[in-house]
């Protein structure tokens, strides 16, 4: 596609519910980065992949959360028996290839009451 | 520790006039900085890319200036419209890591 498109844009989970967040990254682009950015803040890193390969997922705050890329195109960041400090905005990037400009899409919006 | 630091206060300026944001980074070997403007409830837009061997780049209005003695990146919006209020965020990829690291942003409102 023409950028990286991400779904849902905005959800709302009640607290102790599981969430997935859809990526889709630009066609033929080999790396994907997982970002969370709470309101008034810049993004903080969760995790990148390299194709279908989960090369860091340092930034992950626990392990409630989970990303894959099974295929090495569309990824999913699950997020399991969510909290309220999970609100936030999950923003999905990819690139061409180490070091090459890193492009993202919109965000889901996620709230949790 | 590592640090990115953008002014947090935001930028007030007159339309016309020529907007200066700053970047400092501390304790970091970057590959790359690169600056995006972010529009309330939108994700980052990708404006431009400087190298560590690169002193500027320009692109239109915007021209960024890479300064890695200072450890500083500044970038300027030159002939400044209302269109152009949004936050600025800069992100550096040091060499030794695969990912982007943030600054908070600066806020800029350009008044008519």
């Known amino acids: 596609g023409a950028g990286v498109s991400q779904s849902p844009r905005y959800k709302v989970a009640k607290r102790g519910q599981d969430v997935a967040l859809r990526c889709d990254p630009i066609?033929?682009?080999?790396?994907l980065f997982w970002y969370q950015q709470a309101l008034g803040q810049g993004p903080e890193f969760l995790t990148y992949f390299q194709n279908e390969a989960q090369l860091d997922k340092s930034g992950l705050p626990s392990d409630r959360f989970f990303a894959e890329r099974p295929e090495g195109s569309v990824s999913t960041l699950k997020i399991q028996r969510t909290q309220q400090e999970d609100s936030a905005v999950y923003l999905c990037?990819?690139?061409?290839?180490?070091?090459?400009?890193?492009?993202f899409g919109e965000g889901s919006w996620l709230t949790v009451v | 520790s590592q640090k990115i630091e953008q002014n947090s206060e935001a930028l007030n300026i007159q339309e016309g006039k020529t907007a200066t944001l700053t970047c400092n980074y501390t304790n970091y070997s970057p590959a790359y900085l690169q600056w995006y403007r972010q529009d309330p409830g939108r994700g980052p837009v990708f404006l431009l890319l400087i190298r560590e061997n690169e002193k500027e780049k320009r692109k239109e209005r915007l021209k960024v200036t890479f300064d890695t003695t200072l450890k500083q990146s500044l970038f300027h919006i030159t002939a400044s419209q209302p269109a152009d209020s949004a936050t600025y965020l800069c992100?550096?990829?040091?060499?030794?890591?695969?990912?982007?690291?943030f600054g908070g942003g600066t806020r800029l409102m350009v008044k008519p």
């Open positions: 990037a990819s690139s061409a290839g180490f070091r090459n400009t890193i492009y």
């Open positions: 992100a550096l990829l040091d060499n030794a890591g695969n990912m982007l690291t």
């Open positions: 066609s033929g682009h080999v790396s």
